[in-house]
């Protein structure tokens, strides 16, 4: 699907740019539009005509954000080349070919974000310059995880890091993190530790049965879901709906293959957690701000991560909130966070189906 840009005149960057990596990206092949519809047609056909609006500067589209990740992934490497134009599979590309399409990626989907008009609001950059800790929730708190010599901190190969949570979401924000805010002092801390600076900027990875802290914010902001134990679900607690409104005393549950989550000895085919992205002021320094992702399982907590991080799904989420919430700092988000294969997927916020819940209501209507 093609999306219309705002106006003639602001998308003429991105289709100045796809025009050229047509044109001069390869320059023996003399690429055609044609050649590179079949090329990324492989799984949705692209038309010839489609190829030419993307790249048409006076009356330009804007393609979509997957389109634009099949752009990097085909002219990361002239292998696409070997025989009829095609996209060489990801699992096929050598290190330097993904270092390249990651850096493809990245500058298109900046003049996408540049050429969208308004540009999308950016969630993880603190223009303050003020610090930002990560809290993370602390295994040694829990009884049923039994951690590794290497979590003893008087074993000579004591690593710190065995006692963290939800290390694939952590890795994955503090990386962002930084690259967004590149003079900025970003700390990880354990929920445990007690000297934890909280006039910071907060961001709270991870759910309330080992982080202490959580449950005290929670406590304190007034949050209208809160994390209950339910029966059926024994690998983590669910999110229940509190605000008082229609949805009062929902709770959204998540998706097992057959139905089935299995028992605590042996769990279940998990193919959809649920998580929550959540901004609101920081009770203890109300000009800095305190973040939520968390989820009923570390599927979740990564796919609340990822929401705003991965870069196919960032800039379309950004715009999503700023639209819903008119670029209040003040807001809850419940999501599906898909999982296939044991991976979990970026969740797209405007996919039907993925958003179940948000507040401030009054914000959310158009």
């Known amino acids: 699907m093609v999306e219309p840009a705002t106006s003639p005149t602001v998308a003429a960057s991105l289709a100045k740019y796809l025009r050229e990596l047509r044109t001069s990206r390869f320059p023996d092949a003399k690429l055609t539009q044609t050649d590179l519809a079949q090329a990324l047609s492989a799984e949705e056909r692209v038309a010839v005509s489609t190829i030419s609006a993307w790249e048409n500067t006076r009356t330009p589209t804007l393609p979509p954000p997957y389109r634009l990740s099949a752009y990097a992934q085909f002219f990361a490497t002239e292998r696409s080349l070997e025989g009829p134009p095609h996209l060489v599979p990801l699992s096929q590309l050598s290190a330097q070919e993904h270092k390249t399409r990651e850096e493809l990626e990245r500058k298109l989907f900046r003049l996408r974000d540049d050429d969208a008009g308004t540009p999308p609001r950016q969630s993880w950059r603190f223009d303050d310059g003020a610090p930002i800790t990560v809290i993370c929730s602390d295994l040694k708190e829990s009884d049923e995880v039994k951690l590794g010599p290497l ?15 939800d290390l694939d979401a952590l890795v994955a924000l503090l990386e962002h993190l930084r690259s967004s805010n590149p003079e900025v002092d970003i700390h990880r801390v354990l929920a445990s530790e007690t000297d934890i600076d909280l006039i910071n900027h907060l961001v709270l990875l991870g759910g309330i049965a080992w982080n202490e802290v959580t449950r005290r914010l929670n406590d304190s902001v007034g949050l209208p879901v809160r994390q209950v134990v339910n029966e059926k679900i024994h690998s983590g607690e669910v999110f229940e709906v509190v605000d008082g409104g229609p949805n009062h005393g929902e709770q959204f549950l998540p998706r097992w293959r057959a139905d089935d989550p299995g028992t605590q000895e042996k769990p279940g085919v998990l193919l959809e957690d649920v998580a929550m992205l959540a901004r609101l002021p920081n009770p203890y320094n109300g000009i800095r701000t305190l973040t939520y992702c968390n989820g009923v399982h570390s599927r979740g907590v990564l796919g ?46 405007k996919n039907p189906g993925t958003v179940l819940y948000q507040w401030p209501e009054e914000q959310s209507r158009n």
């Open 151 to 165: 979590s003893d901190v008087d074993n000579p190969n004591y690593t710190e890091l065995y006692s963290y949570a």
């Open 304 to 349: 609340a991560v990822k929401c705003l991080t991965h870069p196919t799904v960032r800039g379309d989420n950004e715009r999503y909130l700023a639209e819903a919430f008119h670029g209040s700092d003040r807001f809850v988000v419940l999501m599906r966070v898909p999982v296939f294969r044991g991976q979990t997927v970026s969740p797209s916020l």
